[in-house]
């Protein structure tokens, strides 16, 4: 009888572990995303992002580099979200704040970017920040991680 008790508890335990949704191994703001989360934010990425900064993350301009104005409107376009921009200088309140409140930058020098969060709420903006992390290295998610945990711990001491 033990052994029915103890072979349905592992199978009820197995059933829901299969039901769990995946961990990707991602958080922003201390939110662990799952990978359904990162689907639904490369979708919002190529719904809210791609038009300006390309749909692998490339950046308005990928001929220029990323602080380098085009040649032709003398302005520095959106940035690569990719290997090759700065994104993941970054903390994840400044990412999830770019997306919701826009850019703040000088319209002279740069092209402006609108925020979003008219239309999309924070848990939105963190799906898209999780997935622009998918595009960054390995090394590079542990410095952002690393910056966003010095700009937390920054915070608290305040």
């Known amino acids: 009888m033990r052994r029915l008790i103890l072979a349905l508890v592992l199978g009820v ?3 829901l572990a299969a039901c769990a949704p995946e961990t990707s191994g991602i958080s922003v703001q201390g939110v662990a995303l799952s990978n359904d989360d990162l689907i639904q934010g490369h979708v919002l990425y190529e719904a809210w992002c791609a038009g300006c900064h390309g749909s692998k993350g490339e950046g308005q301009f990928p001929g220029i580099g990323a602080l380098e104005p085009s040649p032709i409107t003398n302005r520095i376009g959106a940035p690569p979200h990719n290997t090759t921009g700065h994104t993941w200088h970054h903390s994840d309140d400044l ?26 709420g924070v848990d939105d903006a963190r799906r898209i920040a999780g997935y622009i992390k998918t595009l960054w290295t390995d090394d590079q998610r542990m410095m952002q991680a690393r910056t966003t945990q010095q700009e937390m711990e920054m915070m608290a001491g305040q």
């Not at 409140?101 to 740069?110: I, K, R, V, W």
């Open 13 to 15: 335990f197995a059933f």
């Open 95 to 120: 990412l999830v704040r770019y997306v919701l409140e826009g850019g703040f930058t000088d319209p002279a020098n740069f092209y402006f970017m609108p925020g979003f969060g008219w239309r999309l």
